[in-house]
């Protein structure tokens, strides 16, 4: 199934393009994903953009379009269908990229490929809720209380986002992977 047709139409989309860079071509592979996020920037629609890596030799490109059709417009255009080309020659790709509408891009173990299907909405926003909770109570002590709203509300809401990103999410995804990913029993009866 091709994950770009799953997606609702109206919110916001992410494509992680996967790859595995080519012996000898990390250089020119590093001034390709340069030119990406260039033509990606170029792109009205696009809400924002990762480059994360794996290793030595794996990186994922992260784009945040603001819908199916916005990215459907991108993906096809020559400019990028031409560059996602000149790419093959300096670096190796699953079959399809992901695209992906929502948390799940938290729900993935960094260094190991990304599963097609997410986990169930509803174990996602369980773990997410667990994950901030105690980070929200905690910061509810810790953050001066006569510092200025916005000031606060910032960093009440930025040591969060950063903790879950590289610290949380990552360690809570390997302990509950077995059950975030378990294939649902009622629909398989």
């Not at 997606?7 to 595995?20: C, H, M, S, T």
């Not at 001034?31 to 994360?52: D, F, H, R």
């Not at 990103?165 to 009866?189: E, N």
Request: hydrophobic share 50%.
């Amino acid at each position: 199934m091709d994950a770009t047709k799953t997606i609702d139409a109206g919110q916001p989309v992410k494509i992680v393009l996967e790859r595995r860079v080519k012996p000898g071509a990390k250089e020119p592979f590093e001034q390709w994903i340069k030119e990406v996020m260039a033509v990606a920037t170029g792109s009205l629609a696009l809400q924002g953009s990762s480059v994360l890596t794996a290793g030595e030799h794996d990186y994922f490109i992260l784009l945040r379009f603001a819908s199916q059709a916005d990215l459907d417009r991108w993906h096809t255009s020559p400019e990028v269908v031409e560059l996602l080309r000149k790419g093959e020659a300096l670096a190796t790709a699953p079959d399809q990229p992901l695209v992906r509408s929502g948390l799940e891009t938290w729900f993935t173990i960094p260094g190991h490929p990304a599963p097609r299907v997410a986990p169930p909405k509803w174990k996602m926003a369980l773990v997410t809720w667990c994950a901030l909770l105690p980070q929200v109570i905690l910061l509810g002590f810790i953050v001066p209380k006569g510092l200025p709203f916005p000031l606060g509300v910032a960093l009440s809401t930025a040591i969060p986002v950063a903790m879950l990103t590289w610290v949380i999410m990552p360690r809570l995804t390997k302990l509950l992977y077995g059950w975030l990913y378990a294939p649902d029993r009622r629909l398989a009866s």
